[in-house]
């Protein structure tokens, strides 16, 4: 069984930045994928950011240019620096990792950028 705790998430002004942070109870990351997922009120859950254990990293075409996701395996962290944030960007965010055959997701975190 995995945990991730997600932190970080809170309220910023359009053009701000925020970090969030994805810690697993497990070693998981260096030989499993993460992402990072959102939900705005009313809409479906959207992929934002993934990380594959080799290395390889997709961005979603809203967020590209502005988000950078990295982990540490050492800390078995995910992270998601976000820049140059919008109000567009208001949602729940979420941390998911594929381990084991198993999918696992955080319980989130809120992000809403004020005009």
């Known amino acids: 069984q995995v945990q991730l705790v997600e932190s970080g998430g809170g309220l910023v002004q359009a053009g701000g930045s925020l970090r969030l942070s994805c810690a697993a109870s497990?070693?998981?990351?260096?030989?499993?994928?993460a992402g990072w997922y959102r939900q705005a009120p009313g809409k479906q859950r959207d992929l934002v950011a993934t990380?594959?254990?080799?290395?390889?990293?997709n961005y979603a075409d809203s967020v590209k240019g502005r988000f950078s996701i990295s982990r540490d395996n050492a800390k078995n962290t995910v992270y998601l620096q976000m820049n140059n944030l919008k109000p567009e960007d208001t949602a729940v965010y979420y941390c998911?990792?594929?381990?084991?055959?198993?999918?696992?997701w955080g319980q989130g975190t809120q992000v809403t950028v004020s005009s």
């Open positions: 990380v594959t254990s080799g290395g390889n990293i």
């Open positions: 497990r070693s998981i990351f260096s030989t499993g994928y």
């Open positions: 998911n990792a594929y381990y084991g055959q198993r999918n696992y």
